[in-house]
């Protein structure tokens, strides 16, 4: 065999797939035992961890990543959140009930009481007629669901997107919005409260789903229809078209159904639109948006809504509010509404529409009839409008009030809302009050004393202390300067009185009988107008009817209301406690008595020592027994009072009392063309009309009636207030100084001048310049 090749071994194709495999599998072996080098070294020794079954925070992530959830796990977060919110809402909507309609949405009223327990008149929701929708012009239902809903007929009840609108106003801080479309409106109106809470908000979208989904949209715009408010005491859409329009909802037309429809966005502000211009403004710009809408969802042409632009705006009617309430009832009821929403926040122009309230007054029905009475009798005697233009536009405002607890016995407002005259001239501001508001600087002088001399301390004052009475002299303020008045010639402020009589330096009280100015302006300088305007308010006058610092000021350039000075004259009668006037005893709810009105009056306040009201009553019984007061002494019992009359006599008052009674009366003329205060001058075909006259004689006559069958009550002794000071200047003894002849003439004009006392802003008020009495 020695020819033949032996040839080499050759590994087989499987063998070197063999050995190929192996060598694979060491270096594999080796990798996954091998220590990896981007492991930290802390972890190459650990074990295996277990799977979570939530891998967070993330395994193998390192840094933010570590934190960051992936979107599996958002996904999953979302479906839990989704899933379990579904979950809570169908929970909540299937156990939802609809509730019973409210009471308050069925036919109600007011009722308002004489202090006596007996009815003195009925208001409120007694103003609704429900209608069915079919009475409800297409037309006029399209207005509304155009302005409000104009998806109406085809959401569920809810609009998702009015919800969004009210998470984000809530989310923003502000108050709980509310419902957006009609049904969740009807169901606010119909079967929850008006309250502005998430929990409420949140029922009332679960209610009007189930009210969409369970009455028909007919019925569901009926009852919105009926249920709104809008205005004028109007509730529902047939009292709002008789109340705006004096017509059946039947006769509505589009333009009128979209000033409806506008109202009831607005209905506190657009129920004036009849005579108030913003409100107008306003009311106009609404409705003509609606119109529009009314194109926009294809009710309306172009050109229809063009026709209604031509023939402009449907202005409302005149409102007549509280027709039915006569003469002095619609004063009484207005005031005792005041007084409660006043005092009770919930209570408001709204509520009080939709009823339920019943209202316990503090009016004497006898009185209020026997002050009608005297008005009407002095009026008949004394005013000859038929004859006498002048006459014609003569008001009369009074109250009267009981002095130990504040209760408003009677009022005379006016000729009354059947009259078309709806100010109550017992309760406005804006007519100054003159003279009687001397008795306030002489009671803060008593308290606080007067700087008579710059620089020195305040020296006390009395009755007895002499001042300056002379016409025209100069006016000094507390660090002895003289008090400029740039209309003067001289540019300082020379006082005057009704007449030049040269009274010398006379005694307060006598100055106070007579009516002489210029010891009250120096006095009340002396004083300063902060003391004397605290004293002003603790006596129950606002500070927002005090006029600002001027002489004038002191002789009564303020325009307190005659309730607000009748209540000033009792606290002096009960020797100074101070109660505030108020008209409501107790107010109840559907059957509930409200906290807000539990208590049986205000509680009086000590508003000045009974020795200084005691002082002051004794100088204002002189003015009734020899000043200008002298024709209260037909009264025939004990009692003070004081009278004013203001620059260009365009009011004058009397302000008189006993220790039963304390009334207010003021007289002046206002033409309705012309809201300003019109001169009395010719009146009662006098030439000048003071305080003393017919205000005097009125208030004479009610008291006389008034006070039949009651003991004539004397005032206790006035308490002695020590040594007083007299002005500087004031001779000792001083001369005498007789009165002024008044040839029968009952009152003096007292004068007021308004010079701004320096560094002040002048007065703003009606009786200025020289002459206010």
């Not at 200084?612 to 004794?618: I, P, Q």
Request: include cysteine; charged fraction near 20%.
């Amino acid at each position: 065999m020695s020819g033949h090749r032996r040839r080499p071994p050759q590994r087989s194709v499987g063998g070197a797939r063999a050995e190929g495999d192996r060598a694979t599998g060491h270096r594999a072996a080796y990798r996954d035992h091998a220590p990896r080098q981007d492991m930290p070294r802390r972890a190459r020794g650990r074990a295996p961890q277990k799977k979570r079954w939530i891998d967070y925070p993330r395994r193998g992530r390192t840094g933010p990543r570590r934190w960051l959830p992936s979107v599996r796990q958002l996904l999953a977060l979302f479906l839990l959140i989704f899933g379990g919110t579904a979950a809570a809402v169908g929970y909540a909507y299937a156990t939802v009930t609809i509730p019973d309609p409210n009471p308050t949405t069925l036919l109600q009223n007011n009722v308002y009481y004489w202090s006596d327990g007996t009815v003195l008149a009925t208001d409120g929701s007694v103003n609704r007629q429900n209608v069915s929708l079919s009475q409800v012009p297409a037309d006029v239902r399209w207005d509304f669901i155009a302005a409000e809903n104009a998806s109406f007929y085809t959401d569920p009840g809810i609009d998702p997107q009015g919800i969004l609108r009210a998470a984000v106003h809530m989310a923003a801080g502000g108050s709980v919005q509310s419902g957006s479309t009609i049904t969740q409106q009807f169901v606010k109106n119909t079967y929850l409260d008006q309250s502005q809470t998430v929990s409420r908000k949140f029922k009332e979208l679960l209610i009007s789903t189930k009210i969409g989904a369970g009455m028909t949209k007919e019925q569901i715009l009926q009852g919105y229809l009926n249920t709104c408010f809008f205005g004028r005491q109007a509730n529902g859409i047939q009292a709002a078209a008789r109340t705006y329009y004096g017509l059946p909802v039947e006769r509505l037309d589009v333009s009128q159904g979209a000033f409806l429809a506008a109202a009831v966005n607005e209905p506190s502000l657009f129920q004036y639109a009849d005579s108030d211009p913003a409100a107008r403004a306003k009311a106009e710009a609404r409705w003509s948006w609606v119109l529009d809408r009314m194109v926009k969802t294809g009710k309306l042409t172009p050109g229809q809504r063009a026709r209604y632009a031509a023939a402009g705006f449907p202005t409302p009617r005149k409102w007549t509010r509280g027709s039915g309430l006569t003469g002095q009832t619609g004063y009484l009821v207005q005031l005792a509404r005041s007084y409660a929403e006043t005092h009770d926040p919930a209570i408001t122009d709204s509520s009080l529409s939709r009823g339920g309230y019943q209202i316990h007054t503090t009016f004497d029905r006898k009185r209020t009839a026997e002050l009608t009475k005297a008005v009407a009798t002095v009026r008949g005697q004394r005013l000859d409008p038929a004859h006498r233009s002048v006459d014609r536009d003569v008001q009369v405002g009074a109250a009267s009030v009981e002095p130990t607890t504040g209760r408003i016995l009677a009022v005379y407002g006016g000729p009354g809302f059947d009259h078309a005259h709806y100010s109550d001239n017992a309760d406005t501001s804006g007519v100054p009050v003159g003279s009687t508001f001397k008795p306030i600087v002489l009671a803060a002088a008593l308290q606080h004393g007067a700087v008579l001399r710059p620089g020195r301390s305040p020296e006390p004052i009395t009755p007895a202390g002499k001042f300056n009475g002379n016409d025209g002299i100069k006016i000094k303020d507390q660090q002895g300067n003289y008090v400029a008045d740039p209309k003067d010639p001289t540019g300082l402020l020379h006082q005057h009185n009704d007449t030049p009589q040269r009274w010398g330096y006379i005694p307060l009280r006598k100055a106070m009988e007579q009516s002489v100015n210029t010891p009250y302006v120096q006095l009340g300088e002396d004083v300063g107008y902060g003391n004397v305007a605290r004293t002003a308010e603790s006596l129950g006058l606002r500070p927002g009817s005090l006029s600002a610092p001027s002489a004038g000021f002191y002789i009564g350039t303020s325009t307190p209301s005659a309730i607000r000075m009748a209540g000033v004259y009792a606290t002096f009668a009960a020797d100074g406690m101070q109660a505030t006037p108020y008209s409501v005893t107790k107010v109840t709810h559907n059957g509930s008595a409200l906290a807000g009105f539990s208590a049986p009056a205000p509680a009086p306040a000590r508003a000045l020592p009974a020795a200084v009201a005691g002082n002051v009553t004794d100088v204002l019984r002189g003015v009734i027994a020899r000043g200008t007061g002298t024709k209260a002494q037909a009264l025939g019992r004990t009692a003070a009072g004081k009278t004013g009359t203001t620059d260009d006599y365009r009011s004058a008052w009397f302000i008189g009392y006993t220790p039963q009674l304390a009334t207010s009366v003021v007289l002046f003329r206002e033409d309705s063309n012309h809201p300003q205060l019109q001169s009395l001058a010719g009146v009662g075909g006098l030439q000048k009309v003071f305080g003393g006259d017919i205000p005097t004689e009125i208030w004479t006559q009610y008291m006389r009636d008034a006070l039949a069958g009651l003991p004539d009550a004397p005032f206790p002794a006035p308490a002695p207030l020590g040594r007083g000071t007299d002005e500087p200047g004031a001779p000792t003894p001083s001369p005498s100084a007789a009165p002024a002849k008044r040839g029968g003439k009952t009152g003096k004009r007292t004068t007021t001048t308004a010079a701004p006392t320096p560094g002040a802003p002048a007065a703003g008020s009606k009786c200025h310049r020289h002459k206010c009495r």
